[in-house]
């Protein structure tokens, strides 16, 4: 099951498949829907090592379609055959899940495209079998299920946490990421719509004005400055940074930041968009960067007086002060530890607050080396009963 991971996945899929797999045994947990499921590897680690019976969902069809060739291969050898453990049952559904709809019905629409329109499944041993159990008289989303995620991104690890709150699953666990995706609640029109990801918690909401970090904390709290020290490409990157400061100071002066905006679709309150180049771009000096991310902004060098005299000129000025950007990149990208610790903390404070003193228990665990995988954050949750 290790071949086409990196270290890095091999790790979080490790830990993570341990993790739920010890509470899903402890509590009888019948059921595992991964959502944003990928490639699926957290399945079949789950299925083929520890005999579960796993649903992965995710609504790009290019990795659905990666994670069943993959399942299928695997289900041709013999190991995942042997030992004392069984192995599970793994599907695979291509659908968007939404924080605004029920659970019952989610779990019903995924039983109709896993199998056929009643939500049966073609058994390997002849027939067909119930993907939600062989209890007819039982409602759709009433199974003791586990639902989880590794590294749901933006405002799906909210939606993951909202279907366990409302639903008769029984645990979650789930591991965030891309903050920056997420959709805030903005102070000045504030709103309590269920597909809003941050503040969730009344804790947070009840502030005036409410938490609104913008997407540029957002951003920050995706930083890992725990890689830096063995970044080899440390000041590379720092250069970047001062390329395109120098570049916005040139478009400054040349009166070019109105023409740059809008030839990047950027609106009249973003910073202009020049998007990701390539490395060799911040290797050859300041004058072939700042062509190369002109031209991004359908914009000729030349035609607007910025030959490359002009632009080593600037470059030349400005030398001494990219340690000043350093700095001030540095100090920045250190408050992403606390943005993150304010997001982590809301969504915390929101499960607490939902299931109650008696209503189950909640836990934030380090699951991650965080070198490895800097977003290392689990949220466990377990209901009571």
Not at 335 to 351: H, I, N, P, Q, T
Request: glycine share 8%; with cysteine; proline share 3%.
């Amino acid at each position: 099951m290790k071949n086409g991971l990196s270290p890095k996945k091999q790790h979080e899929v490790q830990y993570l498949a341990a993790l739920i797999n010890s509470i899903a045994s402890r509590r009888g947990i019948e059921r595992i829907m991964d959502i944003g499921a990928g490639q699926g590897y957290l399945d079949l680690s789950l299925a083929f090592q520890y005999g579960k019976t796993v649903i992965g969902v995710d609504d790009d069809q290019i990795q659905t379609c990666g994670a069943k060739r993959r399942s299928d291969l695997l289900e041709t050898k013999s190991f995942v055959k042997r030992g004392d453990v069984p192995v599970g049952k793994l599907f695979h559904v291509n659908r968007r899940v939404h924080a605004n709809e029920t659970f019952a019905s989610l779990v019903e629409q995924i039983g109709k495209a896993a199998g056929d329109e009643d939500g049966k499944i073609a058994s390997t041993e002849g027939g067909k079998q119930d993907l939600f159990g062989n209890r007819a008289n039982e409602a759709a989303g009433s199974e003791n299920w586990l639902l989880c995620g590794l590294h749901a991104c933006g405002d799906l690890t909210p939606a993951v946490m909202k279907h366990f709150l409302q639903s008769e699953a029984s645990a979650l666990v789930v591991v965030g990421c891309c903050y920056n995706m997420l959709t805030e609640n903005k102070p000045e029109n504030p709103s309590l719509h269920s597909a809003v990801g941050f503040p969730l918690s009344a804790y947070m909401l009840s502030r005036s004005p409410i938490f609104h970090l913008g997407f540029a904390a957002r951003t920050l709290a995706c930083q890992a400055t725990c890689r830096w020290a063995d970044d080899v490409n440390g000041a590379d990157n720092f250069r970047r940074h001062h390329f395109r400061a120098l570049l916005q100071y040139v478009l400054c002066r040349h009166g070019l930041t109105d023409r740059a905006r809008a030839n990047s679709k950027a609106s009249i309150d973003q910073d202009i968009i020049i998007g990701r180049l390539k490395p060799s771009a911040f290797t050859q000096g300041f004058p072939f960067y700042a062509k190369l991310a002109l031209s991004r902004l359908k914009m000729d060098a030349g035609v607007e007086g910025l030959t490359d005299c002009v632009l080593q000129a600037y470059e030349d000025a400005f030398r001494e002060r990219e340690i000043e950007i350093a700095i001030v990149w540095t100090l920045r990208s250190m408050m992403g530890e606390v943005f993150e610790s304010m997001l982590l903390a809301d969504r915390y404070l929101y499960l607490s607050e939902q299931l109650g003193v008696d209503g189950g228990t909640v836990e934030l665990l380090p699951l991650f080396e965080p070198v490895l995988s800097p977003r290392n954050m689990a949220l466990v949750a377990v209901k009571t009963g």
